[in-house]
């Protein structure tokens, strides 16, 4: 069997290594059109900020280093230019000689990747993107020049990497997001705590416009502002590269996603495609989508090798599990978020907690924020993000596990996790978002959203702060009424008539005091996530 794979790193060479464990004999060839087959991408930004201080650790493997344990013919700087369905075969350009040969195949593997979009604006041929090694000895050359002030546009988890480390280099930079929030995968109440870590340390975050040009080392923003760009770097987002693909009438969806099915065969039966050129399906509606990372990419990657060798294997949806560091915050996300399940007209249920990454009695436990979104009437898990400086990646990885292991949200109360208290609580967060889940769907409580409140109020209902007074002193939700938690059962004629909606820090006494006036014949709604999840969610919108 002769295999040809067009593109490397992780997708190609997955396929590729995979390929070669499972069949001694096969006849592998990769066509890489850049100087590096095997990298490590996600590094990128961290050697531009002295993190990786050698270039050498982002260079995973090299075409000697394959060939000699694997046995694989790489050619790096060689390009495939045209595909031949018929005949099988391809016309491969030597990108340092100009010269063409042909490479017939019995299977052919697509890994292009995505390539990183940039406007067109002027001055925006300056703008440097980070893709590649040969992108991060640019971008490394550049901050080398000792720039004062830089601008990223685009407030990804790339473009929030770039600009942490392009101020551990001492550079003023300037985030610049078209949207209105950085991080698009999360609800603004959760971005906002991304954004505040970003200006605590220095950050300029300018959401909602977008650059019009970048001269004399300025930048001209849409409302007119100008600030200033004597470095400037993409990050806006990918764009799949299936041009091959399409030019070769393979099925490619609107987006440029490659249209291939559960073995990653495309709509010719010989062609594979994988990474963030290739359609993926949803796990939460079984659409298509697009989601560039390299976990996903390595594992189809895999699977291809698998189906190529016989064996019967098909791709799992997709859930889109990701996470990334802003300046010592961790921030992951996996499934749907509020805004899409909005959008979709589909029925949620949100619950918010701030509780610690471990015991609290024990040194150094760190809060977190996290959100989970479920069904109302199943309990299906559709999502769930977090933000925190620790145990949020464990976290989101036990709740997208449960996800794809059928779990609802009620199950949640009872995994059974690992527990020590430098670890975790002997009821762990994760546990708690369960016993949450549990108490609304068992009727006993019921909440209402940050974003809900001021309608609420508007229609009449009272809210009631049961925090302390010292906490009210500094800060509070206008219009509420302070009766503390511990004296509300003897303040119960202070209460005024009509629906009643109680809010403390974090929703934990909330809870206590609504099962309170439950109790004596009152009902309640508590304020989901408390004063934390509203205080932050009305930040995202000033």
């Known amino acids: 069997m002769k295999v040809v794979i067009v593109g490397g790193v992780a997708g190609g060479m997955s396929a590729a290594t995979r390929l070669r464990r499972r069949d001694e004999h096969a006849d592998i060839i990769v066509v890489e059109r850049g100087e ?24 995973l493997q ?38 063409e040969s042909t490479e017939t195949y019995d299977a052919l593997v697509l890994s292009p990747g995505a390539s990183p979009y940039v406007p067109d604006f002027p001055g925006s041929e300056h703008a440097l993107r980070l893709r590649d090694v040969a992108d991060v000895d640019r971008l490394a050359a550049a901050v080398a020049d000792h720039p004062r002030h830089a601008v990223v546009m685009g407030a990804g988890f790339i473009g929030l990497e770039v600009a942490e480390n392009l101020v551990a280099r001492g550079i003023s930079v300037t985030v610049v997001e078209l949207s209105d929030q950085v991080l698009a995968p999360l609800d603004p109440e959760m971005a906002a705590l991304v954004q505040q870590r970003l200006t605590e340390h220095g950050v300029t975050v300018r959401t909602g416009v977008q650059i019009l040009d970048v001269t004399d080392h300025t930048a001209t923003l849409s409302d007119g502002s100008r600030v200033p760009a004597d470095l400037l770097v993409a990050a806006i987002g990918v764009r799949p590269e299936s041009g091959l693909a399409r030019d070769a009438g393979l099925d490619v969806d609107s ?44 594992r189809h990657g895999r699977l291809v090798a698998d189906v190529l060798t ?12 990701a996470i990334v560091g802003v300046f010592g915050m961790q ?3 996996t499934g749907w978020n509020e805004k899409r399940l909005r959008a979709a007209g589909r029925a949620h249920q949100v619950i918010h907690t701030h509780p610690a990454d471990h015991a609290g009695y024990y040194p150094g436990a760190q809060g977190m924020h996290l959100k989970l979104l479920c ?37 949640l109360a009872d995994l059974e996790l690992a527990y020590a208290p430098q670890f975790g609580s002997a009821k762990d967060p994760v546990n708690m978002l369960g016993f949450v889940a549990d108490n609304i769907t068992s009727g006993m409580l019921h909440t209402i959203q940050w974003h809900e409140l001021a309608a609420a109020l508007e229609d009449g209902a009272h809210l009631i702060d049961v925090r302390t007074q010292g906490e009210y002193d500094a800060g509070s939700i206008p219009g509420a009424t302070l009766i503390p938690v511990d004296e509300i059962r003897d ?9 009643l909606i109680v809010h403390c820090a974090v929703g934990l006494r909330g809870h206590i005091a609504a099962q309170i006036l439950q109790g004596h014949g009152r009902t ?9 999840t509203w205080a932050a969610g009305m930040s995202s919108r000033n």
């Open 310 to 321: 016989g064996r019967d294997t098909s791709s799992a949806a997709v859930l889109g599990t």
């Open 375 to 411: 069904d109302p009437h199943t309990g299906d898990i559709l999502g769930a993000q977090g933000v925190g400086d620790a145990g949020i990646d464990k976290r989101i990885d036990v709740i997208a596990t449960a996800i794809r292991g059928g779990l609802n949200a009620t199950d």
């Open 62 to 99: 090299t075409p000697q280093s394959l060939a000699a344990r694997f046995r694989i013919d790489v050619r790096v700087r060689h390009e495939v230019v045209h595909i031949d369905r018929n005949a099988r075969s391809v016309t491969v350009r030597d990108l340092t000689t100009g010269t």
């Open 331 to 333: 921030v992951a996300t």
């Open 491 to 499: 303040r119960l004629d202070e209460l005024p008539d009509g629906d």
């Open 524 to 532: 309640a709604r508590n304020l989901d996530g408390g004063y934390a």
């Open 36 to 59: 590096h087959v095997s990298f490590a991408n996600c590094g990128l930004p961290y050697y531009v900020g002295g993190v990786i201080t050698e270039r050498s650790s982002l260079l």
């Open 255 to 298: 987006r440029g996603g490659i249209v291939v099915d559960d073995h990653q065969r495309t709509s010719d039966p010989a062609i594979f495609a994988v990474g963030d050129a290739a359609q993926k399906r949803d796990a939460l509606d079984g659409s298509a989508t697009l989601v560039p990372l390299a976990q996903t990419a390595n």
